[in-house]
């Protein structure tokens, strides 16, 4: 049969809804208590920062509060407002080329959670977490997943030679190598850029590490179905954007 995650967006859905029926949908929670993924349990570790990264952080969750707040102001005076939230607000207007306040702060907004997520997706302490991981399962086979393509080279280069590394500035016959010496356990650590969530089949592993951090469900599914359904995996989720909280994910099950 065929299967699909659902996008998030009315007009993909819409699109998706003309080409083919919705034969039936499950949650993450009834996957995840099915035989379909494995089995698996996360780990949401805080993003330790330098004095530099912090004091951006400040700089620009200060902005994305004003935004917020500039935007809450503006909502109470627009009807046609009424009913939505900041966020929603904020992603339906940042696109415009008006110059009203509206544009302006959702612009602001938009981009200041931007350049705060950026942050967060590349510390450079989670370097050493990751490391750390590495060395108490030295026999393991690992998907390290990356936000950027930069921070991943920086990564696979600390590694060292027991790692290889798969993004699309590569050439096919590389990226297809880089997989192929990943299962035949030539490298034993596979170091990619979230690029590699969507459509590829991976070698079986015993767990990832989610440098970048998961802000989507979408993306979250992807990453589990990377997955063999005979793995136990653990995944280390290093950079979620509780920024500052270690509070554990739901809906996980004990391996």
């Known amino acids: 049969g065929l299967t699909a995650t659902i996008p998030n967006m009315a007009n993909k859905k819409n ?3 003309l080409l083919c029926p919705i034969v039936f949908n499950k949650e993450l929670k009834e996957i995840s208590n099915s035989s379909v993924v494995s089995k698996y349990e996360i780990f949401n570790l805080a993003t330790t920062m330098s004095k530099s990264e912090s004091g951006k952080y400040r700089l620009f969750d200060g902005k994305l509060k004003r935004a917020q707040m500039e935007i809450g102001f503006l909502k109470i005076k627009d009807k046609n407002l009424k ?3 900041v966020f929603d607000i904020a992603k339906l ?9 509206l544009v302006k702060y959702s612009k602001e907004f938009w981009a200041s959670m931007g350049m705060r997520k950026s942050i967060c997706y590349n510390a450079l302490s989670k370097i050493n977490y990751v490391l750390e991981i590495l060395k108490s399962f030295p026999e393991k086979k690992w998907i390290i997943f990356n936000k950027s393509i930069d921070y991943a080279e920086k990564l696979k280069e600390t590694i060292g030679s027991k790692a290889v590394i798969y993004h699309s500035k590569m ?4 990226r297809d190598q880089a997989l192929q010496d990943f299962a035949n356990n030539k490298f034993n650590i596979l170091v990619a850029v979230d690029a590699l969530n969507a459509g590829l089949n991976v070698p079986e592993v015993d767990g ?5 951090g998961v802000s989507t469900e979408l993306t979250n ?5 990377q997955y063999s359904a005979r793995t136990y995996l653990i995944r280390w989720n290093l ?6 909280n270690t509070e554990p994910s739901r809906n996980t099950r004990k391996v």
């Not at 207007?93 to 306040?101: F, I, L």
């Not at 050439?171 to 590389?174: A, F, L, Q």
Request: hydrophobic share 30%.
């Open 93 to 101: 207007y940042a696109t415009s080329k008006d110059k009203t306040p």
């Open 208 to 212: 990832a590490i989610s440098v970048s």
């Open 83 to 85: 009913g939505m939230q």
């Open 239 to 244: 950079s979620h954007l509780w920024y500052g």
């Open 171 to 174: 050439k096919d016959g590389e």
């Open 15 to 17: 699109k998706l809804s």
């Open 221 to 225: 599914i992807q990453q589990l179905g």
